[in-house]
Antibody, heavy 115, light 112 residues
Framework: EMQLVESGGGLVQPGGSLRLSCAAS????????MNWVRQAPGKGLEWVSYISSSSSTTYYADSVKGRFTISRDNAKNSLYLQMNSLRDDDTAVYYCARSLQNDYWGQGTLVTVSS | DVVMTQSPLSLPVTLGQPASISCRSN???????????LNWFHQRPGQSPRRLIYKVSNRDSGVPDRFSGSGSVTDFTLKISRVEAEDVGVYYCMQGTHWPHTFGGGTKVEIK
């Protein structure tokens, strides 16, 4: 069974850092591109970042460029999102999603940025 | 960025009746390979999104055939032929043709 399990969320102060992880199983992670998508409380979906299967290509939303870094470890079947200089408006549930067109999603991890 | 505009924002429906959601983009979603990367997602309350339709009209595995997608270039529609109770929630369209990929604002489907 295909699974994506996010972790690493929590409460952090503005300006702080957090590293999210996404553990994949049930499919060939090393050949799958991946995305992070977030959803602020009561709001819609916002694409955050993309990484190709080999890590050769990454993209970021303008809202996080220069502050967030996406990475992956294919040997560990894991996807990461390093989030620095966090702001109040980064508060959201963060989902990892498989493939260029987001065909499968994890359950999400909540990041709360607040003093 | 490509702007995706969904309508209506809210859609009260009667069980067993059809429902239709519109999604329009401000740019053509036809990619250089000839495909149109327009996807539809459903998010039930408290759950993560689930993809229903990819490349305009292709149903994902396990998606009931009462869901259908249609459209082209900049104008797309998701139709539910007969709404069931489990269909409540928010529906999002998403374009995967141009970076950054962008979502519509969502359409909330509820039972009358």
């Amino acid at each position: 069974e295909m699974q994506l399990v996010e972790s690493g969320g929590g409460l952090v102060q503005p300006g702080g850092s957090l590293r999210l992880s996404c553990a994949a199983s049930g499919f060939t992670f090393s050949t799958s591109s991946m995305n992070w998508v977030r959803q602020a409380p009561g709001k819609g979906l916002e694409w955050v970042s993309y990484i190709s299967s080999s890590s050769s290509t990454t993209y970021y939303a303008d809202s996080v460029k220069g502050r967030f870094t996406i990475s992956r470890d294919n040997a560990k079947n894991s996807l990461y999102l390093q989030m620095n200089s966090l702001r109040d408006d980064d508060t959201a549930v963060y989902y990892c999603a498989r493939s260029l067109q987001n065909d499968y999603w994890g359950q999400g991890t909540l990041v709360t940025v607040s003093s | 960025d490509v702007v995706m505009t969904q309508s209506p924002l809210s859609l009260p429906v009667t069980l067993g009746q059809p429902a239709s959601i519109s999604c329009r983009s401000n740019q053509s979603l036809v990619y250089g390979d000839g495909n149109t990367y327009l996807n539809w997602f459903h998010q039930r309350p408290g759950q993560s999104p689930r993809r229903l339709i990819y490349k305009v009209s292709n149903r994902d595995s396990g998606v009931p055939d009462r869901f259908s997608g249609s459209g082209s270039v900049t104008d797309f529609t998701l139709k539910i032929s007969r709404v069931e109770a489990e269909d409540v929630g928010v529906y999002y369209c998403m374009q995967g043709t141009h970076w950054p990929h962008t979502f519509g604002g969502g359409t909330k489907v509820e039972i009358k």
